[in-house]
Each structure stands twice: as structure tokens, then as C-alpha cells.
């Protein structure tokens, strides 16, 4: 696999997301941020694929220094993101702000088990497997 070149806008480094669910795709960009527990998908994108409070598993709450926002978790058939595949992901779907300029969030669930370096200077990410030596947890 080779590193996947971001755009950054400020300290934001933003990738090419593919959602996939039965109905079809959606090609979307995300901010990469591992410190965000759960990846998240902006309301208004999950409802043009179908993914509504209807069809969701459960409830969502994401909290921030402004507040909580309640939202849904939706199951999708894959997520694809920096040349890896999440097969049958779930996506907690929020709305975002006015302006926000961003289709979602990939979260720390996305990079569970997997090493990520981000070279700021090349304007690269890159996911790897950690060596079978490296510690765990």
C-alpha cells in the first residue's frame, strides 16, 4: 500500500472517504482524527444514502466544549479510506455546522489495530499493519 496524499487546510488533514451501502456509493471527504472515538458521517450525506434515524441500531451523543448533539448509528456495507477497507462499519451520523466544509470525521474506531504516520511535510498519510513484534494494547 502506498501513503495517500491529504489536503490540509489549517492544522486539517483531509482524505477521499468512500461509503458503501446496497443502495450505492458516496465519494466524501473526511478529516482524519484519531482523537475522535467513533467515525462519524455528516446527517445530511447519511440521509441521501438511505441511512436515517429509521434505519439506525442505536442512538449517538457527541459531546464537545459547546454542548452535546444527539445523532444515530448506522451499519454500511464498507467504508473505504487511505487504500484500507472496513467491511460492515459502523457510522455514527450527526449534523455539522453550517460552512463546516466537511462530509465526516474518520475516528480511532477506523484506525483500530493499525500503525498511521502522517508526514505533514509531504502531505502524506500512511496505514500500515504493526510489525508481529510490536507491543500490544
Do not use: K, Q
Amino acid at each position: 500500500r502506498m501513503p495517500v496524499r491529504f489536503r490540509s487546510t489549517g492544522w486539517l488533514v483531509r482524505v477521499p472517504v468512500i461509503v458503501v451501502v446496497p443502495e450505492g456509493t458516496a465519494r466524501l471527504r473526511f478529516i482524519v482524527d484519531p482523537g475522535t472515538a467513533r467515525t462519524i458521517l455528516a446527517e445530511e450525506h447519511a440521509i441521501h444514502l438511505g441511512l436515517t434515524r429509521a434505519t439506525s441500531t442505536r442512538r449517538s451523543r457527541v459531546a464537545s466544549v459547546l454542548g452535546a448533539e444527539e445523532g444515530y448509528v448506522v451499519r454500511v456495507t464498507g467504508l473505504h479510506a487511505l487504500e484500507w477497507e472496513r467491511p460492515d462499519f459502523e457510522l455514527a451520523c450527526h449534523r455539522f455546522a453550517a460552512g463546516a466544509d466537511v462530509d465526516g470525521i474518520l475516528g480511532a474506531d477506523f484506525f483500530e489495530s493499525l500503525v498511521m504516520t502522517i508526514n505533514y511535510a509531504a502531505g502524506t498519510v500512511d496505514l500500515t499493519e504493526p510489525p508481529s513484534d510490536a507491543p500490544t494494547g
